[in-house]
Each structure stands twice: as structure tokens, then as C-alpha cells.
């Protein structure tokens, strides 16, 4: 069948990605990527990045996120502190996080070491969100098991009766960002026949070593 996982085919394009065409800085490369992302049609959000943490035990979680800050070199994602992620990062900062955009065929690798945004940060991104999102972020005790769809929805109805009249919503205690720096960065331009494009930046001192990499 066409659709068999192990016949199915794709060829990459044909675009290429050379040294000079990067930033020297990882960011900046990856920001560049995240604008002609979001100018291109993405069946998912530009900003999606997979996030792997591990827990005590060393044993590895992933799911996705959404990139919502680039400051100062650090990557910005916000959840909710009592969240199996972040219990995680608690237990190990040391993260990796990958973006995958169909059009073009590129990705980007980031590892490195996350801990807490600021205050100031996590308030000022709280201030952006949609009422409806801050008052789940109230609701929702995230990772914990629930005994129905109902449930959570008592337990909305009952924070947005509690914020009723309330123009501000402050951010709850529980709820903030987090801010990974990258100690390595990987990106990824597909090509065709499986010969991709790779290119590894590490830390060097107060800049960063660029090497290709085989495909």
C-alpha cells in the first residue's frame, strides 16, 4: 500500500543551505527560520517546539510546547509550575527542544539548560493572554488526574464567577515562564536523495563554533 509507513516516500527540495547563508549567532538563525515559518503555510503553529526533560529517575518525557519569547539569547515557553514539566526541570534543567516545519523542509535542534523567566517576564506575558486563557490558567490544576470533562469545567465556571467584576487578572503564583539557553544548536535544511544539510553550533567561549555535519 502507498500508505505503508515504510514505503511511503518523500524527496526534499532541492534548496540548499550553505555556511555563509548563517547567522553566527544560533538565535538569530532560528529566529530568521521562525519568520519565513510563520510567513509560509504550516499545518501547525510556527512556533511549536517539541520539548524532551527527563525526571529524577532519568526516564524521558516529550511533548509540545510553544515558543513565545526570544530575549537576550533565551527561549521563552510558560506553564504551569506544579506541571509534570516542570517538575521535571526542577529535578534536571538540562532540556532539548526541536522545531520541524513541513514548508520548508527544515529543522532546528536547540539543547541546553532552562530555569525559571523572571517576575517580570511571566507577568507581562500573563497581560497578553485572552481572559479565557488566564482564567484557565487559574482553573487548571495541569498534569493532575481528573475524574471527568466536567470537572474541569466546574472548576472554570467557578474561577470566572471568582474573577466576575475583575478587570486585571493577576497571574497566579503557580503559573509563569521558563527560559532555556542554548549550549548547543543544530539546524536542518532538507535535500534531496537523503543528503541534507546539517550545520552544529556549540559554545566557544562568549560565541559559538559552526561545523557541518554528514546527513
Do not use: C
Not at 13 to 34: H, I, M, N, T, Y
Not at 71 to 99: C, M, Q, W
Not at 162 to 180: L, N
Request: hydrophobic share 35%; charged share 30%.
Amino acid at each position: 500500500m502507498a500508505d505503508e509507513p515504510t514505503t511511503a516516500r518523500m524527496d526534499y527540495g532541492r534548496q540548499p543551505l550553505r555556511r555563509k547563508d548563517l547567522d553566527p549567532d544560533p538565535v538569530a538563525q532560528l529566529q530568521r527560520w521562525l519568520d519565513t515559518a510563520a510567513a509560509s503555510d504550516q499545518l501547525v503553529e510556527p512556533t511549536a517546539m517539541g520539548l524532551a526533560t527527563v525526571d529524577a529517575d532519568g526516564r524521558p518525557a516529550l511533548r509540545t510546547v510553544l515558543l513565545r519569547r526570544v530575549v537576550d539569547g533565551r527561549l521563552l515557553f510558560f506553564t504551569n509550575y506544579d506541571s509534570r514539566k516542570a517538575r521535571h526541570i526542577e529535578a534536571n534543567p538540562h532540556v532539548a527542544a526541536l522545531f520541524r516545519w513541513a514548508t520548508p523542509q527544515r529543522q532546528v535542534e536547540v539543547r541546553g539548560t532552562v530555569e525559571r523567566a523572571t517576575t517580570a517576564e511571566s507577568d507581562a506575558y500573563f497581560a497578553t493572554r485572552p481572559r479565557g486563557a488566564q482564567i484557565g490558567a487559574h482553573a487548571s490544576p495541569q498534569s493532575r488526574p481528573l475524574p471527568d470533562r466536567r470537572a474541569l469545567e466546574l472548576l472554570v465556571e467557578e474561577t470566572a464567577r471568582r474573577f466576575e467584576g475583575v478587570e486585571v487578572i493577576p497571574r497566579p503564583e503557580s503559573w509563569g515562564g521558563y527560559a532555556i539557553t542554548p549550549d548547543a544548536v543544530e539546524v536542518w535544511q532538507g535535500r534531496s536523495d537523503r543528503l541534507h544539510d546539517r550545520f552544529r553550533y556549540t559554545r566557544d567561549g562568549d560565541g559559538w563554533t559552526i561545523e557541518r555535519l554528514a546527513p
